[in-house]
């Protein structure tokens, strides 16, 4: 039988993981292969192949590439901007296993667009992530996003495009010779951090960038371990909505819809953003903020533990799960946390920890200068 020759072997080996490992497959389920651009095609076509030899009847969806900004040059009518994808729709409500492939050729292509024809565009995906959020609450949908590494990626992490593939893949521990047993051995570990937080109340983030409080009462903490993202290594939970209190100073800058925003303070009082500020982008910022009621609201709460990624590469995927940083998501919640939190907003941004930052739990520190103390 003829196989299929990709560019780079590493890509054969991903879409292994991540068929075998990561989404664990079975005969007869429906995958979703979804890429935000055509440049992704290799992986694309390895996921393919791997789905069908698991014993899975395999879909493919290649988005156009520039597809967003193609619209928004054609049109400003919101309703066309913002109208749900039939064909993604009926795969998110009938699919087993969703892989989404980011495949970003140009990451700030939407920069220069106004902020509510941006937002329109958001709204359009809105339906996709309800879905996508009510099944993967309910175990009846698994899901993986995973990034594939181009020329414009690797440009806003300030690397080659070769240098940025062996960042990449490493990050995903492809380097080595298995793989899947590395990251189990990450979620062996991780689980130990879950565990100790079962039946924890309260959370106390303080240093020099942060001081707040964070319910968890009644919450859950779940064990990213290279299965809703790959790469992983973070732990997260929902905060409890009116349960945040205090204020936070994002040490790296955030990207949302392209948008680059620079040293985020968010002040919370009973689970609300009462103030925010931003040395870069402050009105982006509060446009986004405005979006919804949701979008004034912490919808995660997540530590970061991959200690393998040690830069800021301005893709989230990565950036969040820094070893030594902690992150928060304004908007939309996970429900299989235990969150309600609603909005067409899902913002993370981080603040790094590893210099004098510790987290207690219910009065006693468990965490300390980025590191672990379990």
């Known amino acids: 039988m ?12 991903m879409a292994q993981v991540l068929i075998n490992y990561s989404t664990a497959v079975k005969p007869g389920e429906r995958v979703l292969i979804r890429a935000t651009s055509p440049v992704a095609e290799p992986l694309v076509q390895a996921l393919y192949q791997e789905a069908l030899r698991a014993g899975a009847q395999a879909f493919t969806y290649i988005h156009l590439r520039d597809e967003d900004t193609l619209a928004l040059e054609a049109t400003q009518q919101a309703d066309l901007l913002g109208a749900a994808n039939p064909m993604l729709e009926l795969m998110y409500e009938t699919c087993q296993v969703i892989i989404r492939i980011d495949a970003s050729e140009n990451p700030l292509a939407m920069v ?5 024809l941006q937002r329109a565009v958001v709204a359009g995906k809105r339906v996709l992530m309800k879905h996508q959020m009510e099944r993967e609450g309910n175990g009846m949908l698994r899901r993986c996003t995973v990034l594939f ?3 414009g990626l690797a440009q806003r992490a300030g690397m080659s495009l070769q240098r940025y593939e062996d960042f990449v893949y490493r990050a995903c521990k492809l380097h080595l010779s298995d793989p899947v047993a590395a990251w189990q051995e990450v979620k062996t570990m991780q689980q130990r951090f879950v565990d100790y937080l079962v039946g924890k109340k309260l959370l106390h983030a303080r240093g020099s960038n942060i001081d707040m409080t964070v319910s968890i009462e ?11 993202n790959f790469p992983d290594g973070e732990i997260f939970t929902g905060p409890v909505e009116d349960g945040v209190n205090g204020w936070v100073n994002f040490t790296y800058p955030a990207y949302y819809s392209d948008n680059r925003v620079s040293g985020i303070k968010l002040r919370f009082e009973n689970g609300l953003i009462t103030q925010a500020t931003a040395t870069e982008n ?3 910022l509060l446009s986004v903020l405005d979006s919804d009621p949701g979008a004034r609201r912490l919808g995660e709460f997540a530590i970061g533990s991959n ?12 950036d969040e799960k820094i070893g030594g940083t902690l992150h928060m998501a304004v908007g939309q919640g996970y429900p299989q946390t235990g969150s309600v939190n609603t909005s067409a907003v899902h913002w993370d941004m981080i603040c790094d920890m590893q210099a004098d930052g510790e987290i207690s739990a219910d009065g006693e520190v468990f965490y300390r200068n980025g590191q672990f103390l379990i």
Do not use: H
């Open 218 to 228: 009644g919450r859950t903490f779940l064990n990213a371990c290279g299965d809703s």
């Open 307 to 318: 200690y393998d990624i040690q830069r800021w590469t301005g893709s989230i995927l990565f």
């Open 282 to 284: 402050e009105a982006f």
């Open 2 to 13: 003829s196989k299929i020759t990709v560019m780079d072997s590493r890509i054969e080996k």
């Open 149 to 151: 590494p181009t020329q």
């Open 112 to 116: 220069d667009y106004a902020p509510e």
